[in-house]
């Protein structure tokens, strides 16, 4: 795309609930300007039974293509023309794109998350404990599996949910695949090296999830899904039984980047973005 000849740029966005935390916009507009595209990004507060009108508002105003965050992963599928072969698999879409006048549903927010973990960790051969059983959840445990992870284990309040999601990876993937009871304290297995939190406990205002690490490998890595803010207290609670761990920033900035070129072609500059990422939470209040 070039630099912009007159006063209507292209739109994208993000279509969430809570929305106002999610610094992406501060990100990709900061591509935007530093790559010379005529785009803004625009972050919608978006209620459930609202995301269809949402859905086809962005259609009618000729967006490129929009994120969906919580909760709205999974049920956008319904309001798409056709999926990616990723989002088929993983059932939940993170990244629509306007294509000859279609809803193509993406998925890259495990392939996000995944690049983050292979900054500090080598994926492959990682024995995985996945708290969460919705659309992030889901990305996570397939892209890990596929990455190379050999085990992974789903814990989840809904049992049946997490045993969809581990049928899924252990049906479709190399990696074995199966079901925890969700329990408090959650007891990490005794040959986990990596926990990973994909829900949303650890937002403002939802609580936390309280974790027992007796028994467990030194080595073992705590992560977050969650941005904003980076250090939630599930990570404060790990570093202080002496695990290493890695905030949810990796994984957006590294989607977002993937979620941009969709959109436009453009492979960005994933410097000036996480800049950009890290001023907005430093300068973010929480409630």
């Known amino acids: 795309m070039s630099p912009a000849t007159n006063f209507l740029p292209a739109l994208t966005g993000s279509f969430s609930t809570p929305a106002a935390g999610n610094p992406t916009g501060a990100m990709m507009e900061a591509a935007y300007d530093h790559h010379g595209i005529a ?11 609202d995301l269809g009108d949402a859905v086809r508002g962005a259609a009618a105003m000729g967006w490129l293509g929009f994120n969906c965050s919580l909760p709205h ?15 088929r698999l993983i059932g939940a879409v993170n990244c629509a ?10 998925n890259t927010d495990g392939q996000g998350f995944v690049a983050s ?14 708290l969460g059983a919705g659309g992030a959840a889901r990305a996570v445990a397939v892209e890990l599996a596929l990455a190379g992870a050999v085990e992974i284990w789903i814990c989840n309040r809904s049992v049946d949910r997490a045993a969809e999601i581990a049928a899924l990876v252990d049906g479709s993937t190399p990696a074995r695949c199966s079901v925890l009871p969700w329990a408090a304290p959650v007891q990490v297995p005794a040959g986990a090296t990596c926990l990973v939190n994909a829900t949303s406990l650890g937002l403002p205002g ?7 690490y007796a028994g467990t490998e030194p080595a073992l ?13 599930f990570l404060r609670a790990a570093r202080e039984a002496g695990k290493q761990t890695l905030d949810g920033r990796g994984m957006l900035l590294n989607q977002a980047a993937i979620n941009l070129r969709l959109w436009t072609g453009v492979d960005p500059d994933r410097q000036v973005m996480g800049a950009a990422m890290d001023q907005a939470i430093a300068g973010w209040e929480h409630p």
């Not at 785009?39 to 039974?49: I, S």
């Not at 973990?117 to 996945?130: K, S």
């Not at 890595?221 to 207290?233: G, K, L, M, S």
């Open 73 to 87: 992963k999974v049920s956008v599928v319904d309001h798409l023309d056709e999926l990616a072969p990723s989002a």
């Open 97 to 106: 794109v306007r294509r000859d006048g279609r809803w193509t549903g993406e």
């Open 221 to 233: 890595i705590v992560c977050d899904v969650i941005p904003n803010p980076p250090d939630t207290a």
């Open 39 to 49: 785009a803004r990004y625009l972050n919608c507060e978006v209620a459930p039974q």
């Open 206 to 212: 939802t609580g936390t999830i309280e974790v027992s």
């Open 117 to 130: 973990l292979q900054e500090v960790r080598d994926v492959a051969g990682q024995r995985v404990l996945l």
